[in-house]
Structure formats: C-alpha cells, structure tokens
T-cell receptor
Framework: DAGVIQSPRHEVTEMGQEVTLRCKPI?????LFWYRQTMMRGLELLIY????????DSGMPEDRFSAKMPNASFSTLKIQPSEPRDSAVYFC????????????FGPGTRLTVL | GQQLNQSPQSMFIQEGEDVSMNCTSS?????WLWYKQDPGEGPVLLIA?????ELTSNGRLTAQFGITRKDSFLNISASIPSDVGIYFC???????????FGTGTRLTIIP
C-alpha cells in the first residue's frame, strides 16, 4: 500500500515567493496533520484536519501560512510570502479513526528560502 | 508549544551495546509512543503504549509507560548499525488527536 505522499521533496525559493506544499494521505485515513521540523524547535504541529475540516490551527505561525483540505485525498500548505526563517522540513501525517494515535508520516518536503 | 524532555540528547555507542533513553513531561499523557527517524525520512512508529505501567516489546525494543503517566523509557538491546537515527517520544492526551513530540535522542554507532 502507498504511504503518505508529499511533493515536492525539495523546494528552493527566494524570499517573497509563494510556496505550496502538497500531501496525499493514506487512503481511508480521516485525519491529516502538518508538522514543521527544525533543529531549534524540533517537530511542531502546525494544523490538523479531521474529515477535511480544520480542527486545530493554533500551531500555524502567522497569517503567511494557510492550509486547505478540499477532499479526503489531498491537502496543501501554502506560505505567502515566504521568508528565510520558514526554511525547514515540512511533514504531513495521516491516521485513521481506528488507530487515531498511530500517525503515519510522509517523507517530508525540505524547504529552503533564500 | 509544549515539548517533552528527552534524554540523553545524543548517544555514541558501539555495536552490540544496549541503549536506554527516556522522556519526561510536566503533565499527564494517556498514550505514549516512540518513533524513529532515519535521515531524509519521516518518523516511523516503533511502539505504542496505552496503559500506565505497561511494558511492551517489539523485537529488540522494549518500552514502558511510567506509573505517573508523566514519563516513558525505551530500551534497545544488542544494538546493530541500522539502529542509527533519531528517536522521538510522543505523548497524547485523552480525547485529543494531537501528539506532543519530544526533543529527540540521536543514536550513533561507533565502528
């Protein structure tokens, strides 16, 4: 079975540009999580969705960040405008209702903002 | 946001040695999980603990859910090269899907 799919795997962009990260959760999973990982702050939860509805976005750093989940098989995390301090690895994870605490992570997107 | 405190931050061991790491929190969690992250990959679940005092094994890995619900530990016996990576604990509170992750323990095996 395919795991969580993220694209792109690597993104290099210039400050001020818009960045869109994409995630396809595991089929049948109804919760989706976006995380950011940096050396300084570790693994931080940004936002999570349940049945395509945003449940908790308290981890979203500021208005430059937005996330959507238009359907059960796709989610995006957008940063506009991007800044160098946004450079990090962004992970998407999904889980099902039956094993809701066993989150399955994607391979991540390494974002570098110059 | 809150993070769980993991120790040690890093470990340098020789192949065949046993490893022990722990995770502590100032608040109670109802579920403890241990993940491993390989370079360039996302974390992968190793062990899940659901009950205070529970001791669970997965091959050479053994983890325990602390009685106070504020801590957990992970042991790896007879380490092998593929054990290299970063180990994260994560806690979950009852009725909440959010996981709070630890700061990580980086394991390196010295040739």
């Amino acid at each position: 079975d395919a795991g969580v799919i993220q694209s792109p795997r690597h993104e290099v962009t210039e400050m001020g540009q818009e960045v869109t990260l994409r995630c396809k959760p595991i089929s049948g999973h109804n919760s989706l999580f976006w995380y950011r990982q940096t050396m300084m702050r570790g693994l931080e939860l940004l936002i999570y969705f349940n049945n395509n509805v945003p449940i908790d976005d308290s981890g979203m750093p500021e208005d430059r960040f937005s996330a959507k989940m238009p359907n059960a098989s796709f989610s995006t995390l957008k940063i506009q405008p991007s800044e160098p301090r946004d450079s990090a690895v962004y992970f998407c994870a999904s889980t099902s209702g039956s094993t809701y605490n066993e989150q399955f992570f994607g391979p991540g997107t390494r974002l570098t903002v110059l | 946001g809150q993070q769980l405190n993991q120790s040690p931050q890093s470990m340098f061991i020789q192949e065949g040695e046993d490893v022990s790491m722990n995770c502590t929190s100032s608040s109670i969690f109802n579920t403890w999980l241990w993940y491993k992250q390989d370079p360039g990959e996302g974390p992968v679940l190793l062990i899940a603990l659901y009950k205070a005092g529970e001791l669970t094994s997965n091959g050479r890995l053994t983890a325990q859910f602390g009685i106070t619900r504020k801590d957990s530990f992970l042991n790896i016996s007879a380490s092998i090269p593929s054990d290299v990576g970063i180990y994260f604990c994560a806690g979950q509170k009852f009725g909440n899907e959010k996981l709070t992750f630890g700061t990580g323990t980086r394991l390196t095996i010295i040739p």
